[in-house]
Structures are given as structure tokens and as C-alpha cells.
């Protein structure tokens, strides 16, 4: 039995799962604490309704979560409240068509647009260090 169907039989289906579990499981958050805080923060939603982190979760819901400057929108597929490796994780939901498109899209902006500024080569000397003082942007303490 592989690990999405043991995650999928020990939890029955009409109890359904705590959202930030849920979230913390699929991966879309790296603790359970972010994926609450991002619940309360208004950045989830399911089925169109703003989510709390103790609303239960049962398959065919359809969640939109706000991570950063990515959005997703996707389809509970299996509930689960282990988190398991990241392979798993995937087959937890399916994202929808246009919601994979417009992320990859952004990515692709950002990517054309560049990275942050360059990093300098070396340490500013003496005379560098006292004109970005002068400037008063930076304090060197």
C-alpha cells in the first residue's frame, strides 16, 4: 500500500481534516503555525469563504491560498494529517489549469525582469566605506 492511499484510509472521510493540518501536510507550509497564520491572515479560502484554521476539510473542496506573491487554486483530492515526502504531497490536490498557467506566468516575469541587484565583487575599502557613511543610507556600526 503506498503512502497517499495509508494517508488516505485512516482518516474517514465525513470527519475531514483541519485546514492548517491539511495545508501543513500537503506542503503548501512548512510548519503548522505559518499555514494558521496564514488562515487567520485571510490569504485561504474555501470553497470562495474565507478560511479558519479549525474549519474541516473534506474532499472536492476547493481551496485558493495566497503564498507570498503566488496563488493557487486547487482541488482536495485525499485528506491526510501526516505530512509525508513531497511526491505525496502532490497527489493530496490537483491544481487547476489556470491557476498553474498564471503562476508559471509570473515566474516568467520575474525571471525577465532580473534578480535583485548585482552583488559587488569585494569588500568596500577605506574610502568607499566613508562615502556610503556620507550618504547616510547604510549605518556601519
Known sequence: MNLAARAASAIPTAAGVRLDVWLWAARFFKTRALAK???????????????????????????RITR???????????????????????TLYRESAESLA?????????????????????????????????LGDLDMS
Open 102 to 134: 498564471a503562476r508559471q506566468a509570473v515566474a516568467e516575469q520575474r525571471r525577465l525582469q532580473g534578480g535583485a541587484p548585482a552583488h559587488p565583487g569585494k569588500r568596500p575599502d577605506k574610502r568607499a566605506r566613508r562615502l556610503i557613511l556620507a
Open 37 to 63: 497564520q496564514a488562515a487567520d491572515g485571510g490569504r485561504i479560502e474555501v470553497n470562495g469563504a474565507s478560511g479558519k484554521p479549525s474549519r474541516a476539510l473534506h474532499v472536492g473542496d476547493r481551496l
Open 68 to 90: 507570498g506573491e503566488e496563488h493557487f487554486e486547487i482541488e482536495l483530492l485525499v485528506l491526510a494529517d501526516r505530512r509525508g515526502p513531497a511526491s505525496v504531497a502532490q
